[in-house]
């Protein structure tokens, strides 16, 4: 069963803006990790926000992270076409060793140009 | 390091045909993952192994499904008797750690 989900399902914006996509879970968590995946293809680790941080950065992506609502944000700025996948967050419950990752339905982002 | 590699890329095989599927993880890696991804939907995990013992396995794994990995380094994953609804993405990862998983490109399976 998927822990997550994501909001908005789809997002297509214009080279350059920003990219904002949410994520939101059901159980407590040891922390939070955010996937690309480009079409057919397998994820890309993108950034692991711990559940006693509450925002990181790196490079052009920005998570926040709200544990007393369950939910998540990944901010990318500057959007590129090549940012065009779709993101997926990804849960780690305490106690799971990082051993079962449980993922949301997915942010499929359409950067056009 | 030359990433998670997967084989087969893609398979087609008749309903009631086993298949077996193949990941072979970063070197030095001891974490391996299975996860199945049907379309439109994030990876469910399927089964986990430290090293050569296979420590976990979700209940989407039936008994039709086989894991393996002797010697603690690539891992094969068996179905038997396949079903339509077998019809997936099957993805590999591996870890050093218990963080970050390191994904392959996966394996995508059709049953006719």
């Known amino acids: 069963s998927q822990q997550g989900e994501e909001d908005p399902q789809a997002l297509s914006i214009q080279e350059g803006e920003n990219a904002t996509m949410n994520c939101s879970y059901k159980?407590?968590?040891?922390?939070l990790q955010w996937y690309r995946q480009n079409s057919g293809r397998g994820l890309v680790h993108l950034i692991l926000?711990?559940?006693?941080?509450r925002e990181k950065h790196s490079g052009r992506l920005r998570v926040t992270l709200d544990t007393s609502k369950k939910s998540s944000s990944l901010l990318i700025t500057a959007s590129r076409a090549a940012d065009t996948a779709s993101y997926f967050c990804?849960?780690?419950?305490?106690?799971?060793?990082?051993?079962?990752?449980?993922f949301g339905t997915g942010t499929q982002l359409k950067v056009e140009l | 390091d030359t990433g998670v590699s997967q084989n087969p890329r893609h398979k087609i095989t008749k309903r009631g045909q086993n298949v077996t599927f193949r990941c072979d993880p970063i070197?030095?890696?001891?974490?391996l993952y299975w996860y199945r991804q049907t379309l439109g939907q994030g990876p469910e995990f399927l089964t986990y192994?430290?090293?050569?013992?296979?420590?976990?396995k979700s209940r989407l794994l039936s008994d039709r499904f086989s894991a393996e990995r002797p010697k603690g380094s690539f891992s094969t994953l068996e179905i038997q008797r396949t079903e339509q609804g077998d019809s997936a993405m099957y993805l590999c990862?591996?870890?050093?750690?218990?963080?970050?998983?390191?994904f392959g490109p996966g394996t995508r399976l059709l049953v006719l």
């Open positions: 926000i711990r559940s006693n941080e």
């Open positions: 192994f430290q090293n050569e013992a296979q420590l976990e």
């Open positions: 070197s030095e890696h001891n974490r």
């Open positions: 159980t407590s968590i040891n922390n």
């Open positions: 990862a591996s870890s050093p750690s218990w963080e970050t998983q390191y």
């Open positions: 990804a849960t780690d419950p305490p106690g799971g060793g990082g051993n079962k990752l449980t």
